[in-house]
């Protein structure tokens, strides 16, 4: 087994402290951008599960220059501890849909702060093209650059039935066009969706073990209120994990991943005011430390079950 740190699976707190010596904190960035399935230039309403403030729902204002936001964000945490070192996280919607010179200024903006150590941007795999990918490589030789592509999931079916917006095929062209430049790929995906039982979800992972990504958010599915996937579960309820349950899912997703892959999530941060389920899930604490916990008792690391 491998030792990151003193977990059992290779988190992206471990990388940042062996790479930084030090723990590096994510400030939320707001670049004031929409979604092309939002706009209508691929549909209306965004995907099922998305939130009004599109997925940043903890992002600083867009009324605020990115220096001001990064100035609020390490306010908020300096408050609770002593942080030197930082990433710059465009969370909310689509953060490469805009023009080039847009996003060259707003990223341009970010790592000239001297504490951001990473840029990084959360964005959808229709939504690079060659103007974008060729200010990341420009920008990803100053300062380290991650691209969080929004995959969910790999099952046609469920993709169509969450508005994802795209066939599977262009993801991997973005993910292709990405390390071509170098660019580390984190992937995104979704744990619980409707319709899908616990062999796709293992057929998610298998798939994303024979691409060449670097990292993976794991992130089990919220229903948030003004979301139509509330609607749906309000007339219909669909499965949602008990933490229980949740965690027996994760063991077998840990077990089954690449162990090179760094896991930048395990959970979420559903905003309390909106969850309507599963509400354990606001205990952030207390569901990774009964992870942490199940993992040792099962024996279970990441990798066990992977086989090239």
């Not at 990803?140 to 929004?150: R, Y």
């Not at 066939?167 to 062209?173: A, C, D, K, S, T």
């Not at 139509?228 to 008990?242: C, G, I, R, V």
Request: charged fraction near 25%; hydrophobic fraction near 35%.
């Amino acid at each position: 087994m491998n030792r990151w740190g003193e977990k059992r699976y290779h988190s992206m707190d471990y990388d940042l402290k062996e790479l930084y010596g030090e723990k590096v904190y994510k400030i939320t960035l707001n670049g004031g951008m929409t979604c092309p399935n939002r706009d209508g230039k691929v549909g209306h309403g965004g995907c099922i599960f998305c939130s009004a403030a599109g997925s940043g729902d903890f992002a600083g204002s867009a009324t605020c220059s990115i220096t001001k936001q990064l100035a609020m964000g390490k306010e908020n945490l300096t408050k609770k501890r002593p942080v030197h070192s930082y990433i710059a996280y465009f969370q909310a919607f689509t953060n490469t849909y805009a023009p080039v010179e847009y996003l060259r200024q707003i990223y341009m903006e970010a790592i000239q702060d001297p504490d951001v150590q990473i840029l990084s941007i959360a964005t959808r795999p229709d939504c690079l093209p060659d103007d974008v990918l060729q200010l990341l490589e420009e920008i990803n030789q100053i300062k380290p650059v991650w691209v969080e592509l929004g995959l969910q999931t790999i099952h046609p079916q469920t993709a169509t039935y969450i508005r994802r917006g795209y066939p599977l095929e262009v993801f991997e062209e973005a993910v292709n066009n990405l390390r071509k430049r170098n660019i580390s790929v984190i992937t995104h995906t979704i744990l619980g969706l409707p319709g899908e039982n616990e062999d796709m979800m293992l057929e998610t992972i298998d798939y994303l073990n024979k691409m060449d990504i670097q990292g993976i958010k794991l992130q089990l599915l919220h229903i948030l209120k003004g979301t139509d996937l509330a609607l749906d579960y309000e007339k219909q309820p669909f499965w949602s994990p008990t933490m229980e349950e949740y965690i027996s899912l994760l063991g077998k997703c840990i077990a089954s991943l690449r162990p090179d892959i760094t896991i930048h999530r395990l959970t979420g941060d559903g905003p309390k005011e909106l969850l309507i389920a599963p509400l354990w899930t606001s205990q952030k604490r207390t569901v990774l430390n009964t992870l942490h916990r199940y993992l040792k008792e099962q024996d279970i690391w990441q990798g066990k079950e992977y086989h090239v």
